[in-house]
């Protein structure tokens, strides 16, 4: 197990909020970090670019402010997800204004992160990368990543398809570093059993969707209320690589999600076929699994603190002794 020094102490249970486009933004990361986990937001979402800067203010600002009046509590650090891909056009001016705010962790998708890594090491933070196999992972190794965020079969967004009692095992015999875990994952129980499969850390994104400061439509905060597992479509057409979504949204967009192969191989042609140019991500909604034990939408701090007793309470089963 290897937890950074930057997380310990700092930590209600150990568990980052995975970063959602669109979604996750200052007012769901700043209420998950007051509540003692990891909050994170793409990069992507703070529009224009220059807001990027204005958000990382805020939110360095207010954690500062929270810790300093509540010194007995957790304050778990903030990240921010960048997409390293040529298509990206705002890599290195986000990047930039990562450095300049010193943000303690950033989470790097798509390509080996070399660059990323060296700029971000510079101040002493942290780089996890998140993989869908062990080939993936491999790379992002080799580039000096301090962690690995395997996003296994079931998880929200562009997830793999892998057993996470495989894959983490797997990347385990080649690192030594921080492993966090994807998929299907709402429930404190389910961080316990995270770390007992091999992994530091969970990562959670579908749950504090249904959360009230999540920036979500009320409507698709109720489809994840309403939904099961069985729900979750897994499909590229969307966006070109795979990914699970709501079923119901898919729906809604005016297509059949029990036939999409007829819908166009050509992810690009999605947005004439739709209803109105539905979109991937804004129209069509992501989530995992895990949707299926998801009952409300309370605020963050009532979650995250149900979720710490549910994982006590594993803990407590595990040893043996009465829930």
Request: aromatic letters at 6%; glycine letters at 10%.
């Amino acid at each position: 197990m290897s937890l950074p020094a930057v997380l310990e102490g700092n930590l209600r249970i150990p568990l980052i909020g995975a970063p959602m486009f669109i979604v996750s933004g200052p007012d769901l990361v700043i209420a998950q970090c007051k509540a003692g986990i990891v909050g994170s937001f793409p990069a992507l979402n703070a529009r224009p670019q220059e807001m990027l800067d204005e958000w990382l203010t805020r939110i360095t600002s207010e954690l500062a402010d929270y810790a300093a009046a509540n010194p007995g509590q957790p304050v778990a650090p903030y990240a921010v997800n960048q997409i390293v891909h040529q298509t990206n056009e705002r890599l290195m001016a986000d990047m930039e204004t990562c450095v300049k705010h010193r943000v303690p962790i950033v989470i790097t998708s798509l390509r080996p992160p070399a660059a990323v890594v060296e700029a971000v090491h510079s101040y002493g933070g942290l780089v996890f990368h998140d993989v869908i196999n062990v080939r993936h992972a491999r790379k992002a190794i080799e580039q000096g990543v301090d962690g690995i965020i395997t996003v296994c079969s079931g998880a929200g967004g562009h997830a793999g398809t892998t057993s996470p009692f495989a894959l983490v095992k797997e990347v385990r015999e080649i690192f030594d570093g921080t492993i966090i875990l994807s998929g299907s994952m709402s429930q404190g129980n389910d961080v316990l059993a995270a770390q007992a499969m091999g992994a530091d850390l969970a990562y959670i994104g579908t749950r504090f969707i249904a959360t009230r400061e999540a920036n979500a439509p009320a409507e698709y905060k109720e489809m994840i209320v309403q939904s099961q597992s069985a729900d979750i479509v897994y499909t590229s057409l969307f966006t070109g690589i795979h990914g699970s979504y709501l079923r119901g949204s898919i729906v809604n967009a005016g297509l059949d999600p029990d036939n999409l192969e007829n819908a166009g191989k050509d992810a690009m042609d999605f947005a004439s076929r739709g209803n109105s140019g539905a979109k991937a991500w804004k129209d069509i909604w992501g989530a995992g699994q895990g949707v299926g034990t998801v009952h409300d939408v309370p605020p963050v701090n009532e979650l995250v603190l149900r979720m710490e007793k549910e994982y006590k309470a594993a803990l407590r089963r595990l040893n043996g002794q009465e829930a």
